[in-house]
């Protein structure tokens, strides 16, 4: 059974960092795509970043510039450091491992930006 797990969340003042990671465990080989998405009160799920087991990037209009997103195939891990924060980057984010034809998220970490 695929299993993710979340960290790195928290509270931290706009124009701080933080960054947040996440561990695929459960299946064999490297994940073909990872990334994370995030869902603010009231609003829709939303893409933030993605990376292909190639390290292909994809990236949020909204993030790009301040955020990065790495994995690492051998381990099943994603990260996202995610720089100068800002109030509206605030929300529950969440992993998203697609992996031997299905997908798989976490169970989602609280960033909270606010002074």
């Known amino acids: 059974q695929v299993q993710l797990v979340e960290s790195g969340g928290g509270l931290v003042q706009p124009g701080g960092s933080l960054r947040l990671s996440c561990a695929a465990s459960g299946n064999s080989g490297s994940a073909a795509a990872m990334g994370w998405y995030r869902q603010a009160p009231g609003k829709q799920r939303e893409l933030v970043a993605t990376?292909?087991?190639?390290?292909?990037?994809n990236y949020a209009d909204s993030v790009k510039g301040r955020f990065t997103i790495s994995r690492d195939n051998a381990e099943n891990a994603v990260y996202l450091q995610m720089n100068t924060l800002k109030p509206e980057d605030t929300a529950v984010y969440y992993c998203?491992?697609?992996?031997?034809?299905?997908?798989?998220w976490g169970q989602g970490t609280q960033v909270t930006v606010s002074s």
């Open positions: 998203y491992v697609h992996w031997s034809f299905n997908n798989y």
């Open positions: 990376i292909t087991r190639g390290s292909s990037t």
